[in-house]
Structures are given as C-alpha cells and as structure tokens.
C-alpha cells in the first residue's frame, strides 16, 4: 500500500442509541436512535423531512486496524470467506459505513431515525439524500 495521499475526517456529529445488540446490517434493523449533529451543521438539516430515507456515512471507530489478513473474511452468515468489497465487515482498509436510515423526527440537530446498525458514540461523517431515481438530485446549476 501506498501512503501517498493522507485523507482525514472530522465529524459532524455522533450517534446516540441504548441499543446494545444491533443487527449486522441497517436493511434488517428496526432499531432506533438520534444523530446528534454539532450545532454548526445543524441549519443545513432545514430541508430533512420525516419519513425521508437518509444515507448516513459513519467510521467504524471501534474496529481493528486493518492488514493483509482481512482481505479475505468469513461473514457470520456464510460458511465461506469472502473478499472484504464484497461483503459488509466493519474490518475495512478505510473504516467508513454506510446506513438508510428512515427519519422519524428532527428537533434542531437531533435527527430520531429508525433501522440503525451503529453503536453508541459513532462518528457520523456526512449525511446524503437517498437518491432513487434522477428527480431526486437536483441539479446545482
């Protein structure tokens, strides 16, 4: 591996859940929690709706340092190793998740969402629209 470009995050928020068993994955979760977002992003959440599907990219900070012995992983659910782009390990060489959530209230910048799979204190990264079709992007021009 390379280290020629040092790319680095700062979060604009944590995840707040009592959840202590979570499922391996937000598609099969119907647990609850509350993005807590810091107060100087909180203003650009105004256009976030209840109901509204959301892509929340998060680090998966509690996961071990990567290294050439996860490149291969057995999944829980599967009998045989899979290569690490192909499944959904937080064991990752860039510790950064992915989760839909589904909005179920918004008060300044605490966001309550439905079917999480992160932990307790998770950095959230960045907050993005669930886009499903070409109307649902609207265009910055």
């Given at each position: 591996?390379?280290?020629?470009?040092?790319?680095?995050?700062?979060?604009?928020?944590?995840?707040?859940?009592?959840?202590?068993?979570?499922?391996?994955?937000?598609?099969?979760?119907?647990?609850?929690?509350?993005?807590?977002?810091?107060?100087?992003?909180?203003?650009?959440?105004?256009?976030?709706?209840?109901?509204?599907?959301?892509?929340?990219?998060?680090?998966?900070?509690?996961?071990?340092?990567?290294?050439?012995?996860?490149?291969?992983?057995?999944?829980?659910?599967?009998?045989?190793?899979r290569?690490?782009?192909?499944?959904?390990?937080?064991?990752?060489?860039?510790?950064?998740?992915?989760?839909?959530?589904?909005?179920?209230?918004?008060?300044?910048?605490?966001?309550?969402?439905k079917?999480?799979?992160?932990?307790?204190?998770?950095?959230?990264?960045?907050?993005?629209?669930?886009?499903?079709?070409?109307?649902?992007?609207?265009s910055?021009?």
């Amino acid at each position: 591996m390379s280290d020629d470009t040092t790319v680095s995050f700062t979060p604009i928020g944590f995840v707040k859940t009592d959840v202590t068993k979570l499922p391996r994955h937000w598609s099969v979760s119907q647990e609850k929690g509350i993005l807590e977002i810091h107060p100087e992003f909180a203003p650009a959440l105004r256009d976030i709706e209840i109901g509204q599907k959301i892509v929340v990219l998060f680090h998966f900070h509690k996961s071990p340092e990567f290294n050439s012995g996860y490149l291969f992983q057995t999944p829980p659910h599967r009998s045989s190793s899979r290569g690490v782009f192909s499944i959904c390990s937080p064991i990752r060489p860039n510790a950064v998740g992915m989760s839909v959530v589904t909005v179920t209230s918004i008060d300044k910048g605490d966001i309550g969402v439905k079917h999480i799979d992160m932990i307790d204190g998770t950095p959230i990264l960045d907050i993005k629209p669930l886009v499903t079709g070409q109307h649902d992007c609207p265009s910055t021009e």
